[in-house]
C-alpha cells in the first residue's frame, strides 16, 4: 500500500521564507543610503556586477604549455549542475572576462559592445545565457543585491508605481547637490561612490510635479518614495533583455525604446505625456542588467543606430522624449558570414568602431570536446542502451581533427598534432614546441565539424533498431559518414573528402586502441607481471652493475639474460643503441625511491609497464587462440574458459557490457588472423 504524501508539509518544511522577506524588503530612501553605508557594491554598475559576479565563484590558476590559464568556475555552470557548462575555451573567456573587469574600472570598454564571433555551434549562445542565468541568481544574493524605487503620487492612494526602468535611487538627489552629497557619502563608507545618469522620463515627469507641489521642498517629495530589493528576471523581463531579428515588416526600432501607449492619449492629452508611454522597449527593461542582441549583424539599420548611442553614450532616445540615460551591458553574437559583411559595409564604420570582437572558436582540445558528449551521453540518460568504451572518444576525436590546420612540419601528422594539444608526448616536442604550433596556424578552431552534427550522429545511431543495444564506435562512424553526404554546411568536394579521409584515420586509431586492451586484458595477469617484473629487474641489476644472476631452478650463477631484456625493450622499441641509458635509467629510479623509504612497482613506469604487457600478451597469444575466435571450428573448452577469462576483464576493468566485450575481440581477433599484428 502506498504511503501518503502531504504536499503542504512537503512545501512547509523547504521553504526559504528569510530569503523571501530578503529580496521583498522596502523602506525609505534615508533607510537605502544606511544600507550603501555598509553595502557600498549596491550602487554597481552592470558592468561592474557581472564582473564581480563572475569572480564571485572563484578561479583556478593552471599552466598549459608553459602559458598561466585562468579558469573561472562560474562557467561551468553551478546553477543548473553544469547543464550549460563550458569546456575547452578558458583562453576566449579570459579575454571576454578582462573586457569586463576594464570596463568595471571604466577604462572605456564600457562604451563598446561586446560581439561574441565564431563558427555556429561553437558555444556564442550558450555563454550569452549562462551570463544572464547568472545574473539573476547573483541578484537574489546578499553580495549582488541593487535596489529601485517606486512612487506614490498620491500619499492617500495605496497604489505605488514602479520606476519603469528600475532605475538607482541615488538619482533622485537634486542634480545640483549630488556631487557634494556622493563626496559625503564616500566619505563615510571610505569608498568611492559614483552615480551616472539621471532619472528617466515618467520618474523625471513625477519629481517635478512633487516638488512644485511643495515649493521645492525635497525632503518632503522623498516621503512618496519607497525604496525596494531588485531581482533580476528574464521572464520577468526585469534587468535581462534578450532582442532578435524578424520580418521587417513585423518590426520597428520603437522594440528597443519603447512605444507610445495610444488607449492613454485621450487620457493625458498629449502623446508626448510620459504616462502615455510605454517605457518597455528591450532597452528600457535590460537596464542595470545586461541585453543580449541573437545574431546582432542582422539587425536592420534603423535598429543600429539605437546601438550606437546606447553603447557610447549610454542613452537612448525614445520617441517623443529627450534621450534617456541607461546603464547595462549589450552583448551581441554573430557568425563569420555575417561578420565578413559587416567588414566590407563602408557604412558601418561607426558600429565596428564601437565594437569589441571576441573570437569563440571550437574546441581543439579531444578531452575538453569529450566532456560535452558525455552530458548528454552518460548512463544516466542513455537508459536501456550501452555506449561501447571508446565511442564518444572516436567521434570527438574525428571533430577535432576537422578542425585542425595540417602541420607545417613534414615529421608531424594531423593525429600527432591532436594528441600533442591534448597534454600527450612526442619525442621531440617540449611545451615550446607546441605553442610554436599553436601561433603558427592562422584559423585554426573557427572551422570544421560543429559539435551539434556529431551529438545528431550519436542520436542516431541512439535510436537505430541496426545499432542492438549496444553502440559501438563503427555504429556512430558510420552515421557520421553517411551524413556527410547531406551536411548543409560542407560547401566543396574536397572538404568532403577531407573529413571522410580523417574518418579512415580515426578507424586506424580504434584499430591500435582495441587491440591494445585486449592485448591488456589477456596479460592482466598480476601475478605473472610481477614474476617478469621481477626477473627482468633482477637481470638489469646484474647488467649495469657488472654482476651475474643466479639461476633459481639450477642454483648456478650465469650471465644476464639479454635475449630475455631485449624481448622486453623491443616492445616499446628501446633500440639496441639506447638500452644500456632506459636501463640505467630503471634502477636510477628504483634508486632513488629506496632513499624515500618507497618499494619500486611496475606501474610506477608508464613504458615499463606497456612493455612488460605486451611481452606477456606475446607470450600468452598462442595458448588462448584468439584467431580461433573467427574460424569456423569448435572453440575447446580450455580455450573459451581462457576467453572468458578475458571478457571477464574488459567488462570489469574497461567498462564494456558482454555484447561489445565479444564485439571487441572478435574484431582484434580478426585483425590478428589477417596478419595485422603491426605495433601501435
Request: hydrophobic content about 35%.
Amino acid at each position: 500500500m502506498a504511503t501518503k504524501f502531504d504536499p503542504t508539509e512537503f512545501v512547509r518544511s523547504r521553504q526559504q521564507r528569510e530569503l523571501f522577506q530578503e529580496l521583498n524588503w522596502s523602506g525609505s530612501f534615508e533607510e537605502y543610503v544606511n544600507i550603501v553605508l555598509e553595502q557600498p557594491q549596491v550602487t554597481r554598475t552592470a558592468f561592474q556586477r557581472i564582473y564581480d559576479m563572475i569572480l564571485s565563484h572563484g578561479v583556478e590558476e593552471y599552466v598549459e604549455f608553459k602559458k598561466k590559464i585562468n579558469r573561472y568556475r562560474f562557467f561551468d555552470d553551478p546553477f543548473e549542475n553544469g547543464a550549460d557548462g563550458i569546456f575547452g575555451l578558458e583562453v576566449a573567456l579570459m579575454k571576454m572576462v578582462s573586457f569586463f573587469k576594464a570596463a568595471a574600472q571604466r577604462y572605456g570598454p564600457e562604451k563598446r559592445v561586446l560581439l561574441l564571433h565564431g563558427p555556429v555551434g561553437s558555444c556564442k549562445s550558450t555563454i550569452a545565457r549562462l551570463l544572464k542565468k547568472g545574473l539573476e541568481q547573483y541578484s537574489r544574493t546578499r553580495e549582488g543585491a541593487l535596489y529601485t524605487f517606486a512612487w506614490k503620487l498620491d500619499l492617500a492612494d495605496e497604489r505605488w508605481e514602479d520606476c519603469p526602468m528600475h532605475e538607482e535611487p541615488l538619482h533622485l538627489v537634486p542634480a545640483e547637490l549630488r556631487a557634494a552629497f556622493l563626496n559625503e557619502l564616500s566619505a563615510k563608507c571610505g569608498q568611492e561612490i559614483f552615480i551616472e545618469g539621471n532619472l528617466c522620463p515618467y520618474c523625471r515627469r513625477n519629481y517635478d510635479e512633487l516638488i512644485r507641489r511643495y515649493d521645492g521642498d525635497w525632503t518632503q517629495l522623498i516621503s512618496h518614495i519607497k525604496v525596494h530589493r531588485l531581482a533580476l528576471s528574464e521572464k520577468d523581463r526585469i534587468g535581462i533583455g534578450t532582442f532578435q531579428p524578424k520580418d521587417e515588416k513585423n518590426q520597428d526600432s520603437t522594440e528597443l525604446t519603447g512605444d507610445i501607449n495610444y488607449r492613454k492619449i485621450a487620457q493625458y492629452g498629449s502623446d508626448s505625456d510620459p504616462r502615455a508611454f510605454n517605457f518597455d522597449g528591450e532597452f528600457n527593461i535590460a537596464n542595470r542588467g545586461i541585453i543580449e542582441f541573437i545574431e546582432v549583424l542582422k539587425l536592420d539599420v534603423a535598429f543600429l543606430y539605437d546601438l550606437l548611442g546606447a553603447s557610447q553614450e549610454h542613452k537612448i532616445k525614445p520617441k517623443k522624449f529627450p534621450q534617456t540615460d541607461i546603464d547595462l551591458v549589450i552583448l551581441g553574437h554573430t557568425n563569420e558570414p555575417e561578420y565578413r559583411k559587416l567588414q566590407k559595409n563602408e557604412f558601418m564604420e561607426a558600429l565596428r568602431d564601437r565594437t569589441v570582437k571576441i573570437d569563440i572558436p571550437y574546441i581543439t582540445k579531444l578531452d575538453d570536446e569529450i566532456k560535452i558528449y558525455l552530458k548528454d551521453y552518460n548512463d544516466k540518460k542513455v537508459r536501456g542502451r550501452h555506449i561501447a568504451p571508446h565511442t564518444v572518444e572516436m567521434a570527438a576525436m574525428w571533430a577535432v581533427m576537422t578542425r585542425l590546420e595540417p602541420p607545417k612540419k613534414a615529421d608531424l601528422t594531423l593525429l600527432q598534432k591532436m594528441k600533442l594539444y591534448n597534454g600527450k608526448t612526442l619525442p621531440g616536442y617540449t611545451s615550446d614546441n607546441i605553442r610554436e604550433l599553436r601561433k603558427e596556424t592562422e584559423r585554426e578552431g573557427m572551422e570544421g565539424i560543429s559539435p551539434r552534427y556529431v551529438q545528431d550522429k550519436i542520436s542516431n545511431a541512439l535510436v537505430s533498431d541496426r545499432a542492438g543495444n549496444c553502440i559501438n564506435p563503427f555504429v556512430v562512424i558510420n552515421e557520421l559518414e553517411a551524413g556527410l553526404k547531406s551536411h548543409s554546411l560542407i560547401t566543396s568536394e574536397d572538404q568532403k573528402k577531407k573529413f571522410q579521409e580523417l574518418l579512415s584515420v580515426v578507424k586506424e586509431e580504434y584499430e591500435a586502441v582495441a587491440k591494445n586492451e585486449v592485448q591488456r586484458a589477456i596479460s592482466a595477469d598480476e601475478t605473472a607481471i610481477a614474476k617478469l617484473c621481477g626477473n627482468y629487474i633482477d637481470n638489469i641489476k646484474a647488467y649495469t652493475q657488472r654482476e651475474r644472476v643466479r639461476n633459481p631452478y639450477t642454483g648456478q650463477d650465469e650471465e644476464p639474460d639479454e635475449r630475455l631484456m631485449r624481448s622486453i625493450e623491443e616492445k616499446i622499441e628501446i633500440p639496441d643503441s639506447r638500452k644500456d641509458d632506459f636501463r640505467r635509467e630503471i634502477m636510477n629510479y628504483i634508486g632513488a625511491l629506496a632513499i624515500e623509504g618507497k618499494q619500486f612497482n611496475y606501474r610506477m613506469n608508464a613504458r615499463l609497464m606497456k612493455a612488460l604487457e605486451l611481452k606477456l600478451f606475446e607470450d600468452q597469444r598462442d595458448s588462448i587462440k584468439l584467431t580461433s575466435l573467427v574460424s569456423s571450428s569448435v572453440v575447446d573448452k580450455s580455450t573459451q574458459e581462457k576467453i572468458d577469462v578475458v571478457k571477464g576483464r574488459l567488462i570489469e576493468n574497461y567498462g564494456y557490457c558482454d555484447i561489445c566485450a565479444t564485439d571487441v575481440m572478435n574484431y582484434v581477433a580478426s585483425i590478428f588472423a589477417r596478419g595485422n599484428t603491426g605495433k601501435d
